[in-house]
C-alpha cells in the first residue's frame, strides 16, 4: 500500500518521463542518419517519415521497458548507488530496443559506433536530469522545508530510536515527527493514545510503527487506518535480518524498515484484467444462472421455511475493510442468531433445502453480486466472519495476515479447492488455508483463476466431505 501526497509531488514522475522521451528523440533527430532506408510491410508515404517512425517507437518501448525496471521507483530515501544501477539497467535494456529497432529497415547505414554514441550521450544526458532532479529535491526538503511528509513513529525498541536519529538528522529526507508514541521516557505519549491521537489527525502521510510491540488487534486498527486515510504503513522489525517476499524492505542508511509488498494481482495492469474478467464471468452467472435459479429457489424456501431467500453477513474484506457477503439462506430464521458459528456435520439449524445448497456450493452464489459491487473477485482467498478473524490473527505469522487482507477476498480460492474449507476444527486448518491464500497471492495468474474455477466445478460434482 504505497500512497504519494503533495501539492506537487506526483508531477515529479510524469515530467522526468517526458523529459527522457524528448531526450531520446530529439538526439535522434539529430544524430541519427536513417537515410533512404525501407521499413518492412510500409507503404504509406506519411509512415515513410524515419524519425517519425522512431518517434512512436520509442516512445512506446521506452515507457514499457521503465515500467519493467523500474526506472521512475525512486524515492526520498533511495541512495545515489541505487539511481545509478536503474541508469545502466535501462541502458542495456533500451540498447537492445534500439538495435531491434534498426533491425525492421531492408538496408541500415548507421555504425554500431554511430549508435552506440547516440546511446551514451541520451543516458548522459538522462542520468544527469535524473541526478539533479534528486538532489534539487533534497535541498528543496532540507533548507526550504518543502516536500515534507508528517510521521507518527510508534514503538520503544533500539531499532526504532535508530530509526528516529536517521530521519532526525537527515533533514534532505523530509520526514517531520508528528509524535512518538511509546511506553517509555523515548516516547513522547503512551502508546495506547496513538488510536485516539490518529483518530483526530487530518494530516498523518506515513506510520512508522515496531511490529513486535504491538498485538493483533492494535495492528490491525493500525492497517484500517492506514487505509482508510491513504497513509503508509510501515513496519520497523526487531530483527535486522527479517525479509520476507510478503513485505518490502527500504533502507535508510542501513537499517530497514518493512511495508506491505503490493500484491501482484493489485498492480494497475493485473487489477484491470482480473476486474474485467470478474465482471465478465459474474455478469455471465447473473443472467444465465441465478436469472432463473433464484425464482425457483424463493418458492422451495418459502415452502420449507419460514424466512427470506437471501442472507446477508458481516466479513471481512480488503485493508480489513467490513462488507456484507450475500448468500441464500440455508440456516432456520430462529437459528439466525447463531449463523456467527460455523455449520458442523448434522447441524440441526440446517433446513432441508440448505442441505442441498450447502453441499452443492450454489449457497455462494449471490456473491457474484458481491463480485460485480467491487466488494469480492471470484476468486481469492474467502472472507472470515468477523469473530473469526480476530482469532485466526493469533495462530497465524502477523505478516502473512497482514498480505491475505491486502487483496480482495474471493468467491472460491486455492485454499478451498485444496481441501482447507468449512469449518475450521485445529490451528492447522487455519495455517494451512493461509498458506494455500499466501502462495495463490504471490503466484497470481489468470490461468490460475481459470484453473481454480475449474476445480471448483469438479470438487462440487465430485462432492466435498466438508461440504455440509
Known amino acids: 500500500m504505497e500512497f504519494r501526497r503533495g501539492r506537487f509531488s506526483w508531477l515529479i514522475r510524469p515530467a522526468l518521463t517526458i523529459y527522457d522521451i524528448i531526450i531520446i528523440n530529439v538526439f535522434a533527430y539529430y544524430l541519427l542518419d536513417f537515410g533512404d532506408a525501407e521499413i518492412y ?34 524515492y526520498r530515501y533511495t541512495s545515489l548507488l541505487n539511481i545509478l544501477s536503474l541508469v545502466i539497467k535501462q541502458f542495456f535494456v533500451y540498447t537492445i530496443i534500439m538495435y531491434g529497432f534498426i533491425g525492421v529497415f531492408r538496408s541500415i547505414d548507421l555504425s554500431a559506433f554511430t549508435t552506440l554514441r547516440y546511446l551514451v550521450i541520451c543516458f548522459i544526458a538522462i542520468g544527469f536530469g535524473k ?17 515534507v511528509r508528517n ?18 538528522d537527515k533533514k534532505e529526507l523530509g520526514y517531520k515527527i508528528n509524535e512518538v508514541f511509546c511506553d517509555s521516557a523515548f516516547g ?24 513486535d510491540e504491538l498485538t493483533e488487534k492494535q495492528l490491525n486498527e493500525l492497517v484500517k487506518y492506514a487505509s482508510i486515510n491513504h497513509s503508509n504503513i ?19 542508511g542501513v537499517l530497514p524498515v518493512l511495508s506491505i509488498q503490493r500484491a501482484s494481482l493489485n498492480d494497475d495492469i493485473n487489477k484491470a484484467i482480473k476486474r474485467c474478467f ?13 436469472s432463473w435459479v433464484t425464482p425457483i429457489l424463493f418458492i422451495i424456501t418459502k415452502i420449507d421455511s419460514k424466512g427470506p431467500l437471501f442472507y446477508k453477513q458481516e466479513r471481512t474484506g480488503i485493508d480489513y475493510k467490513v462488507f456484507y457477503c450475500y448468500k441464500f439462506r440455508s440456516l432456520k430464521m430462529e437459528d439466525q442468531k447463531d449463523h456467527e458459528s460455523y455449520v458442523r456435520p448434522g447441524d440441526q439449524r440446517v433446513t432441508l433445502v440448505g442441505k442441498f445448497l450447502r453441499k452443492t456450493s450454489m449457497d455462494e452464489l449471490p456473491q457474484f453480486f458481491n463480485v460485480l459491487k467491487g466488494e469480492m473477485s471470484v476468486v481469492g ?88
Open 41 to 74: 510491410f510500409i507503404t504509406d508515404p506519411f509512415f515513410k517519415n524515419k524519425h517519425l517512425i522512431y518517434f512512436i517507437y520509442s516512445s512506446c518501448f521506452w515507457l514499457l521497458s521503465t515500467f519493467f525496471v523500474r526506472f521512475y521507483k525512486v
Open 131 to 147: 541526478i539533479l532532479s534528486y538532489y534539487i529535491l533534497k535541498a528543496f526538503r532540507s533548507y526550504f522545508k518543502g516536500n
Open 151 to 168: 510521521v507518527v513513529i510508534i514503538g520503544c525498541g533500539k531499532s526504532v530510536q535508530n530509526f528516529k536519529a536517521i530521519i532526525t
Open 188 to 211: 513522547t505519549k503512551p502508546l495506547k493514545d496513538c488510536f485516539e491521537y490518529l483518530k483526530n489527525a487530518t494530516f498523518i502521510d506515513e506510520i512508522f510503527c515496531a511490529i
Open 234 to 252: 510501515k513496519f520497523i522489525p526487531k530483527d535486522a535480518e527479517i525479509v520476507t517476499k510478503k513485505l518490502k524492505a527500504d533502507y535508510f
Open 278 to 290: 470478474d465482471i465478465i464471468f459474474s455478469l455471465f452467472v447473473i443472467c444465465f444462472v441465478l
Open 381 to 468: 482467498p474467502r472472507p472470515h466472519m468477523l469473530m473469526y478473524t480476530d482469532i485466526y490473527s493469533k495462530k497465524i505469522n502477523k505478516y502473512s495476515f497482514i498480505q491475505r487482507h491486502n487483496v480482495k477476498p474471493g468467491i472460491t480460492g486455492l485454499a478451498q479447492v485444496s481441501g482447507y474449507r468449512g469449518e475450521v476444527q485445529s490451528d492447522k486448518d487455519i495455517i494451512g488455508r493461509v498458506k494455500y491464500d499466501i502462495f495463490y497471492i504471490e503466484n497470481w495468474s489468470l490461468l490460475l483463476d481459470v484453473k481454480i474455477i475449474i476445480q471448483t466445478f469438479v470438487n462440487i460434482v465430485k462432492g466435498e466431505d466438508k461440504a455440509y
